[in-house]
C-alpha cells in the first residue's frame, strides 16, 4: 500500500505539473486536438506504469521521451493494414473560413506559409515557435540532434518569410 502511495506522490510531483507542455507538444505532433489528447492519456499512462524508472532530475525530458515512443507506436497502428486509417487525413489542416474572416489575410498568408514548410520543418516549427517547447525538449521529442532542430526552425523561418514576402502580406 505504501508503494502504491509512493508512486502516485511521484506522480502527482513530477508528471501533472508537465500536463500542459505535453498537451502543447502532443498538438503540435498530431495536428488534430482530438488525436493530441489520445496521445497524451497514452503518454500519461506509460509515465505512470513506468514512473518507479523516473529519476527526479529531468521529468520534462523523460515525459517527452516517452510521448516520442507513443507517438511512433500510433503511427504503426495508423499505417497497419486493414485498420482503414488514412494517415495523410491529419497532415496539412486547411486554414477554415472562419479563421480567414476573423484573423484576415495576414494570418492567412502565414498559414499558408507554414502549410506549405516540409513536414520536418513545419513539425519543428510547431514544436519551438508555437507550442513553447526548448530545442533541446523538441529534439528529445523528435529523437534528433538538438543542433538538427535549430537548423529545421532557422530554415523554416527563413522559407516562411520569403513566402510571406512573395505574398505580400509582410509587415
Known amino acids: 500500500m505504501r508503494q502504491v502511495a509512493a508512486r502516485e506522490q511521484t506522480f502527482k510531483a513530477y508528471v501533472l505539473p508537465e500536463v500542459e507542455v505535453l498537451l502543447r507538444a502532443a498538438a503540435a505532433l498530431t495536428e488534430r486536438p482530438v488525436d493530441a489528447e489520445d496521445l497524451v492519456r497514452d503518454t500519461l499512462l506509460r509515465a505512470y506504469h513506468a514512473i518507479d524508472r523516473l529519476d527526479g532530475q529531468r521529468p520534462r525530458v523523460w515525459l517527452l521521451d516517452l ?39 495576414f494570418d492567412e498568408a502565414v498559414g499558408a506559409a507554414l502549410t506549405s514548410l516540409p513536414d520536418k520543418y513545419r513539425l519543428a516549427v510547431r514544436l519551438v515557435d508555437m507550442g513553447g517547447l526548448s530545442y533541446t525538449e523538441a529534439a528529445g521529442l523528435l529523437g534528433v540532434p538538438e543542433g538538427t532542430v535549430m537548423h529545421r526552425v532557422r530554415r523554416a523561418r527563413r522559407q516562411m518569410r520569403a513566402r510571406l514576402a512573395t505574398a505580400g502580406p509582410v509587415p
Request: aromatic letters at 2%; a neutral charge.
Open 67 to 105: 510521448m516520442r515512443r507513443a507517438e511512433i507506436d500510433r503511427q504503426h497502428r495508423l499505417a497497419a493494414p486493414g485498420t482503414g486509417l488514412d494517415r495523410s487525413a491529419s497532415a496539412g489542416a486547411a486554414v477554415s473560413p472562419q479563421d480567414v474572416v476573423n484573423y484576415g489575410d
